[in-house]
């Protein structure tokens, strides 16, 4: 069974500097779909990244990019020019590919706070 | 473009009644989901729909949760009767089709809490 794993509960990030989310993942397969949602109070879980795994390019998304290590099994975030916005839940993805149905499997998540 | 809507947003209840949770999808996204957030953990899937019909129920606690999608539109989570750990968030979310590669968008999700 594919597991998810988020090391860091909480990170803490000062205005306009950058920091970067670790996330492992294990999984036995060799196409799948990693994903990073963000989660803020408001609950809604939102999109914010997503990297196809037979793609060896690392996916940006304007102040978000990720490194993704298929060897290493590792899927990290950077995010970029931080924003108190930016301050939320953020939750590590997997998902199967290959055109098949498996459902999204979360990591714990890691709070993001932003200081001003 | 209307998102995924669900309610009621909150929803108090003691142990051993009855809840119910509802959910609109994103017009024309034929799968739906249903996940369980317990505090401090990442969702977790209770059962995907395709059109009308489940794709997988495996992680549903059957003895107490239902759900159903009769016209393949909105949904119906149900619980009954409820346990203490099932306080949690509820969270709906749906695609245009259930490959891997769509993603699923997300509602605001229905915080319960048992006394």
């Known amino acids: 069974a594919q597991t998810v794993t988020q090391s860091q509960p909480e990170m803490s990030v000062q205005e306009a500097e950058t920091v970067t989310l670790s996330c492992t993942y294990d999984t036995s397969e060799s196409d799948y779909y990693l994903f990073w949602y963000k989660q803020p109070p408001s609950r809604q879980m939102i999109l914010v990244i997503r990297?196809?795994?037979?793609?060896?390019q690392n996916a940006t998304e304007n102040r978000f990019s990720v490194n993704f290590q298929k060897a290493a099994k590792s899927f990290s975030l950077k995010i970029s020019d931080s924003q108190l916005g930016d301050a939320a839940m953020y939750f590590c993805?997997?998902?199967?590919?290959?055109?098949?149905?498996?459902?999204?499997?979360f990591g714990k998540g890691t709070k993001l706070s932003v200081k001003p | 473009e209307a998102g995924v809507a669900q309610s009621p947003r909150y929803k108090i209840i003691e142990k051993r009644q009855s809840v119910a949770f509802w959910c609109n999808p994103i017009s024309g996204h034929a799968t739906l989901y249903w996940y369980q957030q317990i505090l401090g953990q990442g969702p977790k899937l209770l059962i995907q729909f395709q059109n009308n019909g489940v794709v997988d129920d495996s992680q549903l606690p059957k003895d107490r949760f239902s759900a159903e999608r009769l016209k393949g539109v909105d949904s119906t989570l149900k619980i009954q009767p409820a346990k203490l750990e099932d306080s949690a968030v509820y969270l709906c979310a749906s695609s245009l089709s259930g490959i891997s590669n769509q993603p699923q968008h997300f509602g605001d999700g229905t915080r319960l809490s048992i006394l």
């Open positions: 990297q196809e795994a037979y793609k060896q």
């Open positions: 993805a997997y998902r199967s590919g290959g055109g098949s149905q498996g459902n999204l499997i």
